[in-house]
């Protein structure tokens, strides 16, 4: 099964309104990462958290990590049209013959309505 | 432009022939990734590689091979052997520490489908 959930699995919000998104995960992480995917584009990175930090910025960005609760958010402040895409949440926790390997989860996909 | 390109970007795959989707990278990295998304869903690991000429098995291998022979290259070929090999591929590469704190750097895909 997928190390991260995303939840929810679709929104819809309004151009200028905040969105956010969260992932939960199953067992201890070293990092956990955020990318974004276009529709039919790869997929971009957004921003990288550390075990050992609560919360991060970039530009309109937000990303909060409880590690207690194997959970993390991303915040999207005032949204754009352009901030249309499917969101990942990856995380570290797989390790195959000694590499930690990115386990995705399923990923929410934002739209935002003008 | 530093990045990683896939080709082709569609690919038709008939009953019992063999396909190859081609990724290049100019990033200098040492990791090189293959993945399988499917529609609406995230993505599952198929095959990575860490370093030229070795490789190793991701979650869904059964039906694919690879090769790394060049730093800058790590081609797929989706076999007969997959019975359902519809699906977006997306290669990725990453500089690798074995820490799981970089991030990875995507191409923009290859659509697969069955003739």
């Known amino acids: 099964s997928q190390q991260g959930e995303e939840d929810p699995q679709a929104l819809s919000i309004q151009e200028g309104e905040n969105a956010t998104m969260n992932c939960s995960y199953k067992t201890s992480i070293n990092n956990l990462q955020w990318y974004r995917q276009n529709s039919g584009r790869g997929l971009v990175h957004l921003i990288l958290?550390?075990?050992?930090?609560r919360e991060k910025h970039s530009g309109r960005l937000r990303v909060t990590l409880d590690t207690s609760k194997k959970s993390s958010s991303l915040l999207i402040t005032a949204s754009r049209a352009a901030d249309t895409a499917s969101y990942f949440c990856a995380t570290d926790a797989v390790v195959v013959q000694g590499a930690q390997k990115l386990v995705f989860g399923q990923g929410t996909r934002l739209t935002i309505n003008p | 432009d530093g990045g990683i390109t896939q080709s082709p970007k569609y690919l038709f795959r008939k009953e019992g022939q063999n396909v190859t989707l081609s990724c290049e990278q100019n990033?200098?990295?040492?990791?090189m990734y293959w993945y399988r998304q499917d529609p609406g869903q995230g993505l599952r690991l198929i095959y990575y590689?860490?370093?030229?000429?070795?490789?190793q098995k991701g979650d869904i291998a059964e039906g694919y091979s690879v090769s790394r022979e060049k730093k800058e290259s790590f081609p797929l070929t989706v076999t007969s052997a997959q019975k359902n090999p519809t699906a977006f591929y997306l290669c990725a590469s990453s500089i690798d520490r074995g820490t799981g704190d970089q991030p990875q750097h995507f191409g923009d895909g290859t659509r697969l489908s069955i003739l």
């Open positions: 990033l200098n990295h040492d990791a």
């Open positions: 590689s860490q370093i030229v000429n070795d490789f």
């Open positions: 958290i550390r075990s050992n930090e």
